[in-house]
């Protein structure tokens, strides 16, 4: 397998082709898997209109990482497709929220079930599926349902992305991405729905080869650019959790 | 939470935990559900399973010896049990949609007398906080709700039928209150366990729909 190496020397060479009005997700669940490095080159190369996917968009926690609320606070953000567009706590405002209430950005809220499965469904070829999450919620109002051996189910399509942004702790060179622990949450999925993924790693890159064929749990044909993340400070890395602010 | 009569946020969970049964596969929401981990509950095992894809994690991780890329579903650095399994995000809703969850507990704004419930939404809001909730709801072979049985302004939870936006309707099979455990009946609610310092006439007074109160009525069991 000849290879030129997918891997780039900075995070801002890695998004510098992004244009305006691209589908970008972002990886992550909590800190874990989180590509913090590529939302921060992303912040600083200033592209807009941009349509955003993740779990979630930022902010709950301190201290605060680049997130998508930071991007739509910098006037980037058309829209963005999540399973919250509040925190779990009424209590808790999120900074993206007052952007998304007062109609300055656009949302669509998704269960993160079917959010996960929208981007796989997009990556394994499969334009459409039905799922009995959201049957019966102000959700599904309007929305094409079918009923199937005596159960209702709800029609969800394929959410197929532009840029993936992921985070793995091991890659080669040819881009095969080993995770560690819960890193791994939504980062596969999105990198198979992307045309084309950027990997931030924690570790040096390996050569191709160096991690066990049966070890990869992402194979290197869906990832396009690799950058190692730099030790603290010039690297953002996941911190302890901490308690939100009051 | 101060001011509230009946069972603290740690008993309330207890009581829930109590229903694990031995190698059940269970899911905890996050705030007071997270409490049924710290439950005694015998020689059972229970593998809680997280939304972003760990099966099989344990206790919080001491302080210092945390793994930072390792989260519950509440962002808070667990361990592993031995046994442990990391699955992708959308494998892992797999194992939701798929049936494989025994019992899910979350919290809630209200429950209804015929099951439904809302934990999502609250009243004239834009938007919300789904995150894993809907497709929980929907699929976990059990959905077990907590929550204070009464509102601040003394309200009912457990109402005839939510007024808020529901997560999934007809899926609750077991509600513990500070006041005491229920099940949604279609009319209304059964009283299976009361909560100590409360009678079944001021339980009645704040819940919505028809009180039916169990043959033998019991305390509500407690842990430990």
């Known amino acids: 397998m000849a290879q030129k190496t997918k891997q780039l020397s900075g995070f801002r060479e890695a998004v510098a082709d992004i244009p305006d009005g691209s589908t970008i997700a972002f990886g992550g669940f909590a800190m874990p898997g989180v590509p913090f490095n590529l939302i921060k080159a992303l912040l600083e190369h200033g592209a807009k209109q941009l349509t955003l996917v993740a779990n979630t968009t930022g902010g709950a926690q301190q201290p605060r990482m680049p997130d998508i609320g930071m991007l739509v606070e910098n006037g980037q953000v058309k829209k963005v497709i999540c399973a919250f ?143 190692q993340v730099p030790p603290e400070p010039d690297g953002l890395w996941p911190t302890k959790r901490q308690e939100r602010r009051r | 939470m101060s001011g509230t009569k009946g069972l603290t ?68 650095n667990v361990t592993l049990r031995p046994g442990a399994a990391v699955v992708h995000h959308a494998d892992s809703f797999g194992v939701i949609r798929g049936g494989h969850i025994d019992a899910t507990v ?59 936006p529901v997560t999934a309707r007809g899926v609750v099979t077991l509600v513990a209150t500070n006041y005491g455990l229920f099940e949604p009946t279609g009319e209304g609610f059964r009283l299976r366990e009361i909560a100590p310092g409360l009678t079944v006439d001021e339980i009645r007074s704040v819940t919505g729909g028809t009180l039916t109160v169990a043959d033998g009525l019991k305390p509500m069991q407690l842990a430990g």
């Open chain 1, 85 to 227: 567009t509040a925190a779990t706590r009424p209590t808790d405002v999120l900074p993206f929220t007052p952007y998304y209430e007062s109609g300055q950005v656009e949302a669509e809220l998704v269960p993160q079930g079917t959010l996960a499965e929208r981007m796989r469904a997009a990556g394994a070829g499969i334009p459409a599926f039905y799922t009995p999450t959201a049957v019966g919620t102000e959700l599904a109002e309007g929305r094409e349902t079918r009923v199937i051996n005596g159960r209702e189910y709800l029609l969800e399509y394929a959410l197929p992305l532009d840029y993936g942004f992921v985070r793995a702790r091991q890659a080669d060179a040819f881009g095969n991405l080993r995770f560690h622990r819960s890193q791994r949450n939504f980062n596969p999925v999105i990198a198979t729905a992307a045309r084309c993924t950027i990997a931030e790693i924690d570790e040096p890159i390996l050569p191709a080869g160096a991690i066990d064929p049966d070890d990869i749990h992402t194979a290197g044909i869906y990832v396009h650019r690799l950058v």
């Open chain 2, 9 to 76: 946020r740690q008993q309330m969970a207890d009581r829930v935990a109590l229903e694990f049964q031995d190698g059940w596969i269970v899911n905890l929401g996050v705030g007071i559900p997270t409490l049924c981990s710290n439950t005694d509950i015998g020689n059972r095992d229970i593998i809680y399973h997280s939304e972003n894809g760990v099966i099989g994690y344990g206790p919080i991780a001491p302080a210092g010896e945390e793994d930072l890329n390792l989260v519950n579903a509440g962002g808070q």
């Open chain 2, 106 to 164: 979350m919290g809630a704004y209200q429950v209804s007398r015929t099951g439904d419930f809302a934990n999502w939404k609250l009243k004239g809001q834009k938007g919300g906080g789904i995150g894993g909730a809907m497709d929980l709801a929907a699929c976990a072979r059990r959905v077990f709700i907590i929550l204070e049985h009464v509102t601040r302004d003394g309200s009912p939870r457990l109402v005839e039928q939510c007024d808020l």
